[in-house]
């Protein structure tokens, strides 16, 4: 079956004429322009575009990790800012930024002690969600011990620790080999279809964004605006064998010619 937000789903995410310049001696940079998005609650949207074209600066905006000029951001109803101070979402950045002295367990539990989690709650919501990303058996090791698609599984658990209603993905899997990179995608796809929440994912992989995702949004060149929003016709279970298939090549196929005509 595939993905459809009930007409009745939340909006999880609201993006109404947003725009982000950035202030320079010569002139000013124009990094978005006249964005407008909605992302029901549960979908997984995934962002793609060249380099350079506002994605991770888009993703950013609704996290409260960057202001806009113009326009408006609503998170769950509220404001990027009240939303990151709410806990609303897990962010998962590029690289998994553990430290390196604390052990599996000890990163995962580190957002919790913070907001004043009891240790011994810490460890079991962090025990159980390290269960959930396949890393149960790995509590005790340290980040250096454990391969750069394990030490991500750790960050994506760290994320999901205070029971995010949304989660956001700075390109988790850019630095990964293309095997360690497709199991983690069929990780990700099956914890999205388990628990429903809402991912904003961002991405240079055409395949991956139409793997793992229920909404497609391709993004032009500087300065970023959204080309085209493409619905996934794909069933809601997935697995690495539809990537073989017409309907599959198809996706793909628009999604290229979208970013085709965003150059244009």
Sequence with gaps: MTFRPLPTAPTAVHVKHA???????DAPVHALEDINLSIAQ???VSLIGPSGCGK???????????????GEVRVNGKTPHDAR?????????????LFPWRTVLGNVM???QLQGTATGDAQTIARQQLA????????????WQLSGGMQQRVSIARALAFEPRILMMDEPFGALDEITRDNLNEQLQQLWLREQRTVVFVTHSIAEAVYLSTRIVVMSPRPGRIVKVIDSTLPAQRHLGLRDTPEFMQLAHEVREALADGHH
């Design 85 to 97: 101070l709410s806990r609303a979402y897990g962010y998962v950045f590029q690289a998994p930024a």
């Design 19 to 25: 725009q982000v310049v950035y202030p320079a001696p």
């Design 110 to 112: 580190l957002p919790l």
């Design 56 to 70: 991770t600066t888009l993703l950013r905006v609704i996290a409260d990790l960057e202001p806009i000029t113009a």
């Design 132 to 143: 959930n990303v396949g890393l149960a058996n790995f509590e005790n090791k340290y980040p």
């Design 42 to 44: 549960g979908e997984f």
